[in-house]
Nanobody, 118 residues
Framework: QVQFVESGGGLVQPGGSLSLSCAPS????????MGWYRQSPGKQRELVAT???????NYAESVKGRFTISRDTAKNTVYLQMNSLKPEDTAVYYC????????????WGQGTQVTVSS
């Protein structure tokens, strides 16, 4: 079982910035892909951003140009830098890690609340 240490959520005004971090119990190199998803009340969980083991990144259209996913292999941590935050970014943000072999398995963090409000 994979455990995650997530941090960085909180309350921020529209236009502000927050940075989330996620450190898995195993090496980040043991996962094919890591990323962040979010879920707001009454909505399905949605992909925010991912980074592959090769370093390729993928973003939801709604966050492109505002959010940046990165990793620090020395610290075994994945980050999500969120700028120009909007009220519609309010959600619980979940760290995610995936392995593809021998079968696809996803692991989830406990989630951290991000609230964008004036």
């Amino acid at each position: 079982q994979v455990q995650f240490v997530e941090s960085g959520g909180g309350l921020v005004q529209p236009g502000g910035s927050l940075s989330l971090s996620c450190a898995p119990s195993g090496s980040i190199w043991s996962f094919n892909r890591m990323g962040w998803y979010r879920q707001s009340p009454g909505k399905q969980r949605e992909l925010v951003a991912t980074i592959s083991s090769g370093g390729s990144t993928n973003y939801a259209e709604s966050v492109k140009g505002r959010f940046t996913i990165s990793r620090d292999t020395a610290k075994n941590t994945v980050y999500l830098q969120m700028n120009s935050l909007k009220p519609e970014d309010t959600a619980v943000y979940y760290c995610n890690a995936e392995k593809y072999a021998p079968q696809r398995v996803q692991y989830w963090g406990q989630g951290t609340q991000v609230t964008v409000s004036s």
